[in-house]
T-cell receptor, first 111, second 113 residues
Framework: GQQLNQSPQSMFIQEGEDVSMNCTSS?????WLWYKQEPGEGPVLLIA?????ELTSNGRLTAQFGITRKDSFLNISASIPSDVGIYFC???????????FGQGTRLTINP | SAVISQKPSRDICQRGTSLTIQCQVD?????MFWYRQQPGQSLTLIAT?????????ESGFVIDKFPISRPNLTFSTLTVSNMSPEDSSIYLC??????????FGPGTRLTVL
């Protein structure tokens, strides 16, 4: 079935640094989603991408839909303590209204 | 965006017992979903809760273990039956938000002793 491989699994950075994470698949996705989950909360949608090559920003976050439709990237610029959490990529399974999730990237920031 | 609440937010249960988790949405939605998130893991879809019909379960999940109700377009319940410590997880409900996206509830953190 369709699977998403997300990397890195974890990141330990200094406040103010930029962050980059990515998600790849052997299958084509027509939509790429990026969610953030904070401790004790459910995932919150950050960015949705719908077109190959699309680059979308949400504040300090920027995500790109890969041209091959098999990957996506999320970048966070000038990280701050509230960026701490787990970031998940996700995409809809073809022919079904359900999502598959990547393994997540756990972001830790040292002040 | 839809506001989703779950009850209870957390619980500690004894093995062999059952727990019913409620999910309430502030607006009518066509599709509701239930996910399990095991400790340190990603989200795995348990089932799609269909209004007026039986839930659609994913491979590895069965109705006897995870019975689901969907009495109307704003409410669903998930029961975790005959619990064991391996059922300790966060259980999340979500709703279809259009354009291939879903909104999630805050989750129910379950610990089974």
């Amino acid at each position: 079935g369709q699977q998403l491989n997300q990397s890195p699994q974890s990141m330990f950075i200094q406040e103010g640094e930029d962050v980059s994470m990515n998600c790849t698949s052997s299958s084509i996705f027509n939509t790429w989603l990026w969610y953030k989950q904070e401790p004790g909360e459910g995932p919150v949608l950050l960015i949705a991408l719908y077109k190959a090559g699309e680059l979308t920003s949400n504040g300090r976050l920027t995500a790109q839909f890969g041209i091959t439709r098999k990957d996506s990237f999320l970048n966070i610029s000038a990280s701050i303590p509230s960026d701490v959490g787990i970031y998940f990529c996700a995409g809809p399974i073809q022919g079904a209204q359900k999502l598959v999730f990547g393994q997540g990237t756990r972001l830790t920031i040292n002040p | 965006s839809a506001v989703i609440s779950q009850k209870p937010s957390r619980d500690i249960c004894q093995r062999g017992t059952s727990l019913t988790i409620q999910c309430q949405v502030d607006s009518q939605v066509t599709m509701m979903f239930w996910y399990r998130q095991q400790p340190g893991q990603s989200l795995t879809l348990i089932a799609t809760a269909n209004q007026g019909s039986e839930a659609t379960y994913e491979s590895g999940f069965v109705i006897d273990k995870f019975p689901i109700s969907r009495p109307n377009l704003t409410f669903s319940t998930l029961t975790v039956s005959n619990m064991s410590p391996e059922d300790s997880s966060i259980y999340l409900c979500s709703v279809d938000a259009g354009s291939d996206t879903q909104y999630f509830g805050p989750g129910t953190r379950l610990t089974v002793l």
